[in-house]
């Protein structure tokens, strides 16, 4: 079963890596974004240099995880190869499974250059042991976005899961306080973001690399939007048989 | 012993009914053929014999159990449509991914050189011909050994030999002892393989007959010609329908000799004959269509 996961793993990658572009443009975007907003502006202070990297990072796992997943696997069901692995006899876990491992994979690859531009081009700074952590909360923050992503790439055809993964990344980006550094958004983002999914994430990665209060509802409330997530994920792909007609 | 079977299946997609009350059976070591033109609901049927779709109503089973049980896929073979092979994915990768989803797996050289691929291995699935696709979709059917496989269109498109070639190794697998369900919407290629057809149209199974039989009920032939005349005032016998454009009439029949010595014998003017097959979609169209007056 695990090794049937890994063949499907292998797959996927072998797949996306022939078309180095797609993980050239993946890794891209939030590099990007850390070369023209934090390192210019904070990129000085030790303190906020560390908090928007965090936040950059919780950036990178939502976009990844969101788009990977919500567009890549609406994209995959409409070819018509898909239907044709639902017919070899393996149960829906090794197909699941194979595409969680090579998420992490991409997700990897995209954080890696966030990580690196933070070390050598900004004062940001964090201890061995928070750094594991923060790489440990990235593993468990990345869940509800994965999960989200699935929902959104099984429930809808691509042109719509392209819609509405695009509709939802900016708010829930700016909504969940990812734009602006801690306590410094505007009044009704700060009492709504604990609440969000990006704002739970990203009080996760706070509380990890500086001196953030860990906050309990907030924490209450990522767990519930992965309970909700992994919910509908579940749901959609039960209801999913590919394509519609043919 | 009944090896996949469909009993009265209904499949619908939001108001279009693609299946509707259907039930097919196929018995153990039987080579069948599905034909129909395109929309009868041939893939959907198939879709739900081998576990990826699942019916609205009505019940579908693969070698005694649920198709949607993995389980019941074990002895499963099915070609993938093979414009949806993974265009960066070379010959050997395909062949070894599918192939690890089976306990007893045929030899990826032995499976490669049965159908003629083995200088292929290296190559993206993406760069192949379309003929080197359909050899490579068929061989994908019969990776994992199976004991049914269900083959769509496997020699469409393919040069005499490939098609001879693939004919036989599907017949060996036939001699075998293996189950077969082939689905084309060619009679020529139903023809060269099964003794049974099961003609679906418009999601109802129209005949379940010998090859012999569905030839006279598809084989319809298309006779054009001009003639002065309105050739609705006689009355022919097996005439399916009559199209007139300006001048030209075209009168469909299954039996078109018989119909120009009608023609023949009741002194009807005309002039520039033509006789041609028509395709299964006209055939269909023209008997369907005939149905409704």
Known sequence: MTALALIHARFQITEIFRIPIAVVGSAFWPAASMLAFVVPFVGDEPVYATYATASMITFAVMNTNLFQYGIGVSEDRAQPWDPYVRTLPAGTAPRFAGRILTGLLMMAVSLIPVALIAALFTEASVTPVAFLLAVAVCAV??????????????????????????????????????????????????????????????????????????DTGSMLALVAWTTLFGALAIWSYRRDEGRRFG | ??????????????????????????????????????????STLVGLLTGSRRPTSGRVELCGGDPRDPASRRTLGVTPQETGLPASLRVGEVVDFVRAHFPDPLPRDELLDRFGLSDLIRRQTGG??????????????????????????????????????????????????????????????????????????????????????????????????????PLTDFDFDGLVSVERAGDRVHLLTPDADRMVRTLVSHDVPFCDLEVRPTSLEEAFLAMTGKDAQ
């Open chain 1, 141 to 214: 923050i990345s869940i509800p976005f994965i999960l989200m992503g699935l929902s959104i790439g099984y429930a809808l055809p691509s042109k719509a899961a392209l819609v509405v993964a695009q509709i939802l990344f900016l708010p829930l980006a700016f909504g969940g306080g990812l734009m602006t550094p801690p306590g410094g958004a505007p009044g009704f983002v700060e009492n709504l973001a604990p609440y969000l999914p990006t704002g739970g994430a990203v009080r996760l990665m706070w509380a990890a690399v500086g001196d953030f209060p860990f």
């Open chain 2, 1 to 42: 012993m009944i090896h996949a079977r469909a009993e009265s299946v209904t499949r619908r997609f939001g108001a279009t009914i693609a299946l509707d009350h259907v039930d097919f059976e196929v018995r153990r070591g039987e080579m069948v053929g599905l034909l129909g033109p395109n929309g009868a609901g041939k």
């Open chain 2, 128 to 229: 192949l011909s379309g003929g080197q696709r359909r050899r490579l979709a068929v061989a994908l059917a019969f990776a994992g050994r199976p004991e049914i496989v269900f083959l769509d269109e496997p020699t469409t498109g393919l040069d005499v030999e490939a098609r001879r070639a693939l004919w036989e190794s599907i017949r060996e697998f036939h001699a075998g002892g293996g189950t077969v369900v082939l689905t084309s919407h060619y009679l020529e290629e139903i023809e060269a393989l099964a003794s049974r057809v099961v003609v679906l149209a418009q999601g109802r199974v129209l005949a379940d007959d010998s090859v012999a039989a569905v030839r006279g009920l598809v084989g319809i032939r298309r006779i054009s010609l001009t003639s002065a005349v």
